[in-house]
T-cell receptor, first 114, second 115 residues
């Protein structure tokens, strides 16, 4: 069965600091990878996705993520965070051969101090 | 921009009561899902639905749960006899189809509190 691990449960940082959130998954086959964000009081929104091709993907709001197949990782990065990036971030994996569903990581709560 | 809508946003119920959570997926989407998130825990897959039948379900989705697409627009989750541990946020989602597998569009969630 596929599983997803997010290493940090809570991250606190100041505006303009750089952010990197770790995500590792366990599945040996072809995967689609996603980062979703949930702002306070709002629904899950797609930040970015990887299906194939360039392993460095760029998403909305200045976020990017790098797929490293050998490490089973899909870490999320942003060079300079803003207060409005305060949210919970979820990594998710869909393993095509494992069914038509997403498996989520436990989420990382990010608090950006002004 | 089209979106997934869910009602109610919050429901409080007594243990043992039946609850129906409603969702209106995006109109041209073919796959529908329910997920839940117990407070402080992971977002967990419950069930996926395609072509008017369940395509996949998790071990959480036992006999007390059922899903239905009663008309061309609504997608419902019924919990027959609620338990305290059913208290959670329930998210409905939809996707276009297999070529976009995994890119789900989520509703804002229905918070269920079982007393």
């Amino acid at each position: 069965a596929q599983s997803v691990s997010q290493h940090n449960h809570h991250v606190i940082l100041s505006e303009a600091a750089s952010l990197e959130l770790g995500c590792n998954y366990s599945y040996g086959g072809t995967v689609n990878l996603f980062w979703y964000v949930q702002y306070p009081g709002q629904h899950l929104q797609l930040l970015l996705k990887y299906f194939s091709g360039d392993p460095l993907v760029k998403g909305i709001k200045g976020f990017e993520a790098e797929f490293i197949k050998s490490k089973f990782s899909f870490n999320l990065r942003k060079p300079s965070v803003q207060w409005s990036d305060t949210a919970e971030y979820f990594c998710a994996v869909n393993a095509r051969a494992a069914g038509n569903k997403l498996t989520f990581g436990g989420g990382t709560r990010v608090l950006v101090k002004p | 921009e089209p979106e997934v809508t869910q009602t109610p946003s919050h429901q409080v119920t007594q243990m043992g009561q039946e609850v129906i959570l409603r969702c209106v997926p995006i109109s041209n989407h073919l796959y529908f899902y329910w997920y839940r998130q117990i407070l402080g825990q992971k977002v967990e897959f419950l069930v996926s639905f395609y072509n008017n039948e369940i395509s996949e379900k998790s071990e959480i989705f036992d006999d007390q749960f059922s899903v239905e697409r009663p008309d061309g627009s609504n997608f419902t989750l019924k919990i027959r006899s609620t338990k305290l541990e059913d208290s959670a946020m329930y998210f409905c989602a939809s996707s276009v189809g297999l070529e976009n597998t995994g890119e789900l569009f989520f509703g804002e969630g229905s918070r269920l509190t079982v007393l």
